[in-house]
């Protein structure tokens, strides 16, 4: 990959700080408990039970360390307080924080009952209980659709129900009677396999299911074709209605089609104890960076969970209890596993802020400074929204960064002001006392922070990823070198930093807003108001903000939080080519997909398509913007040829289309020749083809630094 640009003293500093990463480094995140009395969860890194859970790694994994501390209250309350966001919390017991931008988060918000996909299973609130379905995905050229169809129904006789407790991987809802008395509680968490509700008081549940009698708290039923399980901890069955005493627990799951003689029965031991939180630690080491996911239980049983497709690429535990089955998902073929703890490794990605220039041509470095000058003049105004005014920003302190490692300090100087004096007005806490743009308030209701003016539905919570990791990185760029900067930055950088990703929650922001732990990647919806579950499209943003989280962390001098960042863009990075760039083709489930990447995925499907544009260079220049340095992941373990068929298939006549600068870039990541075969096709590239969060310049300069 490449480097900083360590040839530069301007950049020392942040090169200095970035290599304290190689260290094993690693973080607890801390998650809320979702009621009084639960069990003290296992400590970090622990299997969580004797059910297999634990995994022999061959790899060596990082220790876990101190998480980053953050006084969220601090930071909020020296913003403008302000209701600029529009949500509707409608599901949502007082006093808890809103969970935008999660796999579930359309549980919580607006007032139709949409489905949502904790795999394997999907999930839906009635208005008098749940159903729960096993997605059966239907492949098309231009898309892998699962979507919700119920197989068991359960009605409580509710006539609410309200979200309680929550995670950035588990979510409880309360079922309420009538006159808003408490019936139970329904908990589902990504990868598990079971949706286990307790009562609160004695209570009937019907089901449409035809499970047939108990035997030793277990009943089953056959539903076109798949196997369901219904195991209870206590109570009586008759009829298709179970009688549950308070304090029981029942719990459904479904068989897998090719189900290990063990899985039943390991399934109805699991079922009937519920998970009630997921605990989240990660490490950071030279190679690999560790998420381990502990499925924590009211009784401390163990429990169970399925692999994803990066849960199983690359350099991973050995792992106990699997073997037990698979399911079929739009994501792919999903492995069942016994066990509470799900521990898996992405290889490390360092947060990079510069290209490795060193050594290129004195002819191509003479090009790249003569097209500087020209970029630099034409830089026009910046936006003032905060997705094209962080946007313009990053690509104007690009050229700076650029300017400065060729030694055009004189170039780029006016530049550097410039961007420093629009970070500087971005940054003031109170600045939108005074303006209705350029700055950031805290919507105490929301518990977010809002950027005005707002774009692509950022008031409504969407992409606060993409669009503050723009900003962090033009800081974190600039600031590398100018602590007078990092200081006039420091308080509103820092609270868009724990906007994104807050490593424990508080009462002022949730945990992790964006990124799902277990998916291995960020959503962009904030309330995901669709039957399809979230989505998101740019993995390559995401990527971005936590790049630019880290490059902050990094001018900033806090380590904590820049091994965090680490471990989000190499966990993100990972899942951008196993879902996104580089999907695996030949997954049964992908059978009939015609094309070379998934540009859209949703939590219920995976799309061939934008929500801006048809054309075939928008679906992989989406997934490759803004091609920083840290960019060169996309071709980790990646096949030259697979990079050469993306580009030929979204540019077939050449790069004079959308984003293609961008295609040039990820082209020369198929080898040096084809980064020295690009070179011309740059120079020749019409305006129209450069995006406006790029330059002319630094394709360039990316492609010398990738040739020969």
Same mark, same amino acid.
């Given at each position: 990959?490449?480097?900083?640009g360590?040839d530069?003293?301007?950049?020392?500093?942040?090169?200095?700080?970035l290599?304290?990463v190689?260290?094993?480094?690693?973080?607890?995140?801390?998650?809320p408990? @979702?009621?009084?009395?639960?069990?003290?969860? *296992?400590?970090?890194?622990g299997?969580?039970?004797?059910?297999?859970?634990? @995994?022999?790694?061959?790899?060596?994994?990082?220790?876990?360390?101190?998480?980053?501390?953050?006084d969220?209250?601090?930071?909020?309350?020296?913003?403008?307080?302000?209701?600029?966001?529009?949500?509707?919390?409608?599901?949502l017991?007082?006093?808890?924080?809103?969970?935008?931008n999660?796999?579930?988060s359309?549980?919580?918000?607006?007032?139709?009952?949409?489905?949502?996909? @904790?795999?394997?299973?999907?999930?839906?609130?009635?208005?008098?209980?749940?159903?729960?379905?096993?997605p059966?995905?239907?492949?098309?050229?231009?898309?892998?659709?699962?979507?919700?169809?119920?197989?068991?129904t359960?009605?409580?006789?509710?006539?609410?129900?309200?979200?309680?407790?929550a995670?950035?991987?588990?979510?409880?809802?309360?079922?309420?009677?009538?006159?808003?008395a *408490?019936?139970?509680?329904?908990?589902?968490?990504?990868?598990?396999?079971?949706v286990?509700?307790?009562?609160a008081?004695?209570?009937?549940?019907?089901?449409?299911?035809?499970?047939?009698?108990?035997?030793?708290g277990?009943?089953?039923?056959?539903? #076109?074709?798949?196997? &369901?399980?219904?195991?209870?901890?206590?109570?009586?069955?008759?009829?298709g209605?179970?009688?549950l005493?308070?304090?029981?627990?029942?719990? &459904?799951?479904?068989?897998?089609d090719?189900?290990?003689?063990? /899985?039943?029965?390991?399934?109805?031991?699991?079922?009937?104890?519920?998970?009630?939180?997921?605990?989240?630690?990660?490490?950071?080491?030279?190679?690999v960076?560790?998420t381990?996911?502990?499925?924590?239980?009211?009784?401390?049983? @163990?429990?169970?969970?399925?692999?994803?497709?990066?849960?199983?690429t690359?350099?991973?535990?050995?792992?106990?209890?699997c073997?037990?089955?698979?399911?079929?998902?739009?994501?792919?073929?999903?492995?069942?596993?016994?066990?509470?703890?799900?521990? +898996?490794?992405?290889?490390?990605?360092? *947060?990079?802020?510069?290209?490795?220039?060193?050594?290129?041509?004195d002819?191509?470095?003479?090009?790249?400074?003569?097209?500087?000058?020209?970029?630099?003049?034409?830089?026009e105004?910046?936006?003032?929204?905060?997705?094209?005014?962080?946007?313009?920003?990053?690509?104007?302190a690009?050229?700076?960064v650029?300017?400065e490692?060729?030694?055009a300090?004189?170039t780029?100087?006016a530049?550097?002001?410039?961007?420093a004096?629009a970070?500087?007005e971005?940054?003031?806490?109170?600045?939108?006392?005074?303006?209705?743009?350029?700055?950031?308030?805290?919507?105490?209701?929301?518990?977010?922070?809002?950027g005005?003016?707002?774009?692509?539905?950022?008031?409504?919570?969407?992409?606060?990823?993409?669009?503050?990791?723009?900003?962090? +990185?033009?800081?974190?760029?600039?600031?590398?070198?100018?602590?007078?900067?990092?200081?006039?930055?420091?308080p509103?950088?820092?609270?868009?930093?724990?906007?994104?990703?807050?490593?424990?929650?508080?009462?002022?922001?949730?945990?992790l807003?964006?990124?799902?732990p277990? /998916?291995?990647?960020?959503?962009?919806?904030?309330? +995901?108001?669709?039957?399809?579950?979230?989505?998101?499209?740019?993995?390559?943003? #995401?990527?971005?903000?936590?790049?630019?989280?880290g490059? &902050?962390a990094?001018?900033?001098?806090?380590d904590d939080?820049?091994t965090?960042?680490?471990?989000?863009?190499?966990?993100?990075?990972?899942?951008?080519?196993?879902?996104?760039?580089?999907?695996?083709?030949?997954? *049964?489930?992908?059978?009939?997909?015609?094309?070379?990447?998934?540009?859209?995925?949703?939590?219920?499907?995976?799309?061939?398509?934008?929500?801006?544009?048809?054309?075939p260079? /928008?679906m992989?220049?989406?997934?490759l913007?803004?091609?920083?340095?840290?960019?060169?992941y996309?071709?980790?373990?990646?096949?030259?040829?697979?990079?050469?068929?993306?580009v030929?298939?979204?540019?077939?006549?050449?790069?004079?289309?959308?984003?293609?600068?961008?295609?040039?870039?990820?082209?020369?990541?198929?080898?040096?020749?084809?980064?020295?075969a690009a070179?011309?096709?740059?120079l020749?590239?019409?305006?129209?083809?450069?995006?406006?969060? +790029?330059?002319?310049?630094?394709?360039l300069?990316?492609?010398?630094?990738?040739?020969?």
């Amino acid at each position: 990959m490449t480097a900083i640009g360590a040839d530069h003293p301007r950049r020392m500093r942040l090169v200095v700080v970035l290599a304290a990463v190689a260290a094993l480094v690693a973080v607890v995140l801390l998650v809320p408990r @979702p009621w009084a009395g639960d069990a003290v969860p *296992p400590a970090a890194g622990g299997s969580g039970g004797s059910g297999g859970g634990a @995994p022999a790694s061959p790899v060596v994994g990082p220790d876990d360390a101190t998480p980053p501390e953050v006084d969220a209250a601090a930071l909020t309350g020296a913003l403008t307080q302000a209701a600029d966001a529009e949500i509707n919390p409608v599901r949502l017991a007082d006093g808890l924080v809103p969970q935008s931008n999660r796999w579930y988060s359309g549980l919580v918000f607006g007032e139709e009952l949409l489905p949502v996909f @904790p795999l394997p299973l999907s999930f839906a609130l009635t208005t008098s209980g749940f159903t729960v379905g096993l997605p059966d995905p239907v492949t098309s050229p231009k898309a892998i659709i699962g979507p919700h169809v119920p197989a068991v129904t359960v009605d409580a006789g509710a006539a609410s129900a309200q979200v309680v407790a929550a995670d950035p991987v588990a979510v409880t809802t309360r079922l309420l009677d009538a006159a808003g008395a *408490p019936l139970g509680d329904v908990t589902i968490a990504a990868g598990s396999p079971f949706v286990s509700f307790t009562a609160a008081a004695d209570i009937d549940l019907t089901s449409g299911a035809a499970f047939g009698a108990l035997t030793d708290g277990v009943a089953t039923a056959e539903v #076109a074709g798949t196997t &369901w399980g219904l195991a209870t901890s206590g109570g009586t069955l008759d009829d298709g209605t179970l009688a549950l005493p308070a304090g029981a627990t029942a719990g &459904w799951y479904a068989l897998p089609d090719d189900a290990s003689a063990d /899985a039943a029965g390991i399934l109805a031991a699991a079922a009937v104890d519920p998970v009630v939180g997921v605990d989240v630690t990660y490490g950071v080491g030279d190679d690999v960076a560790r998420t381990t996911l502990t499925y924590r239980t009211a009784g401390s049983t @163990p429990s169970a969970y399925v692999l994803m497709h990066h849960h199983t690429t690359g350099e991973q535990p050995e792992r106990e209890g699997c073997g037990l089955g698979t399911y079929r998902s739009v994501h792919g073929t999903l492995e069942l596993c016994a066990g509470s703890t799900l521990t +898996s490794y992405a290889p490390t990605v360092q *947060p990079t802020g510069a290209l490795d220039l060193e050594g290129i041509a004195d002819e191509r470095r003479d090009a790249i400074l003569a097209q500087l000058e020209q970029d630099v003049a034409g830089t026009e105004a910046f936006a003032s929204d905060t997705y094209f005014g962080g946007k313009h920003l990053y690509r104007a302190a690009t050229l700076v960064v650029l300017g400065e490692q060729l030694g055009a300090d004189d170039t780029v100087a006016a530049l550097r002001t410039r961007v420093a004096d629009a970070l500087r007005e971005w940054s003031e806490p109170a600045g939108c006392d005074e303006r209705a743009a350029r700055c950031f308030v805290y919507d105490e209701s929301a518990r977010s922070v809002i950027g005005r003016t707002p774009s692509f539905g950022s008031h409504e919570l969407n992409d606060h990823h993409f669009h503050y990791g723009y900003l962090l +990185s033009a800081a974190g760029l600039l600031g590398a070198d100018d602590p007078d900067l990092v200081d006039d930055l420091r308080p509103v950088m820092d609270v868009l930093a724990a906007d994104i990703a807050a490593a424990q929650p508080s009462d002022e922001l949730p945990q992790l807003r964006t990124f799902d732990p277990y /998916a291995g990647h960020a959503w962009a919806s904030g309330t +995901s108001p669709f039957a399809d579950g979230n989505n998101q499209e740019s993995a390559s943003e #995401a990527v971005n903000a936590w790049n630019g989280l880290g490059l &902050w962390a990094a001018a900033s001098g806090q380590d904590d939080l820049l091994t965090q960042a680490t471990w989000l863009t190499s966990t993100e990075a990972a899942s951008a080519r196993d879902y996104w760039t580089d999907p695996d083709l030949e997954d *049964p489930v992908m059978d009939g997909f015609e094309h070379r990447v998934v540009a859209l995925n949703w939590g219920g499907k995976r799309d061939y398509a934008t929500w801006f544009s048809p054309e075939p260079s /928008a679906m992989l220049g989406i997934l490759l913007i803004p091609m920083g340095p840290v960019s060169d992941y996309l071709a980790v373990d990646v096949e030259p040829a697979t990079i050469l068929a993306a580009v030929d298939e979204a540019a077939p006549a050449g790069p004079d289309v959308m984003f293609g600068d961008y295609l040039l870039m990820y082209r020369a990541l198929a080898g040096a020749e084809e980064a020295t075969a690009a070179w011309q096709e740059a120079l020749d590239l019409p305006d129209t083809s450069i995006d406006d969060g +790029s330059s002319r310049a630094y394709l360039l300069a990316w492609l010398a630094a990738h040739g020969a």
